[in-house]
């Protein structure tokens, strides 16, 4: 399965301010998508990332909030916006392997004080 | 949208005995049900996949089956060992898109 990366692992930051969240893959994937798990839920999608447009949102995310880009096949890139302590969470990327399977990033850990 | 839910929320076992957990689903049109194991602090690892032509697949000591009919699928763990607790998390999409819907989570403790 591909080698997923995530930059930063985690962080703490003052509400109001943004964070860009990383993911890099060490080949190329057709696929990749962003969730959010909060503290001891289970995972929520946020968007599809698509390659060379903008990203397909879930109900519920928008793209003032959560603007995602995806310039090629290995790399994406979620930014978390004009945060609020709700916006804690684990964001997480994932890619779609051979044959519908899904692997994860190690997730980015945000704490929003 | 798909719904999946996950019952029980909570399972405890003996160390050697069998784990059962069941998910339901809405979406008729969903084909693709993965199964996640996940540890504290660590990402969700898929451990085992079913789709929608088959009603059963094993994988050493895990297994899960589909009843497309009522929509449910479940996930079988047999001669249970400590580092089988987890949180398991099974979900469903529609294979053309990918998008996966997660059930709530089943935390399995195994005691030795």
């Known amino acids: 399965s591909a080698v997923i990366s995530q930059k930063p692992s985690r962080d703490i930051c003052q509400r109001g301010t943004s964070l860009t969240i990383q993911c890099q893959v060490d080949s190329q994937v057709t696929m990749m998508f962003w969730y959010r798990q909060q503290p001891g839920q289970s995972l929520t999608l946020i968007a599809t990332?698509?390659?060379?447009?903008?990203?397909?949102?879930e109900s519920g995310f928008v793209i003032d909030k959560f603007p995602i880009s995806r310039p090629n096949l290995t790399f994406s890139t979620l930014t978390v916006s004009n945060m609020s302590p709700e916006d804690s969470s684990i964001y997480l990327c994932?890619?779609?392997?051979?044959?519908?399977?899904?692997?994860f990033g190690p997730g980015t850990r945000l704490t929003v004080l | 949208g798909e719904n999946v839910e996950q019952h029980p929320s909570t399972l405890s076992v003996q160390e050697g005995d069998s784990a059962v957990i069941k998910c339901t689903y809405s979406?008729?049109?969903?084909?693709?049900f993965p199964w996640y194991k996940q540890e504290l602090g660590k990402r969700p690892q898929l451990i085992i996949d079913?789709?929608?032509?088959?009603g059963e697949k094993k994988d050493q000591r895990i297994a899960v089956t589909l009843n497309k009919t009522a929509k449910h699928f479940s996930l079988h763990i047999t001669e249970t060992q400590p580092e089988d607790s987890a949180v398991y998390f099974c979900a469903a999409s529609n294979g053309g898109n990918n998008r996966l819907a997660f059930g709530k989570g089943n935390q399995v403790v195994v005691i030795p």
């Open positions: 979406d008729s049109a969903s084909n693709y």
């Open positions: 994932s890619v779609v392997g051979r044959v519908d399977e899904q692997f």
């Open positions: 079913i789709r929608s032509n088959v």
């Open positions: 990332a698509n390659q060379g447009s903008e990203a397909t949102y």
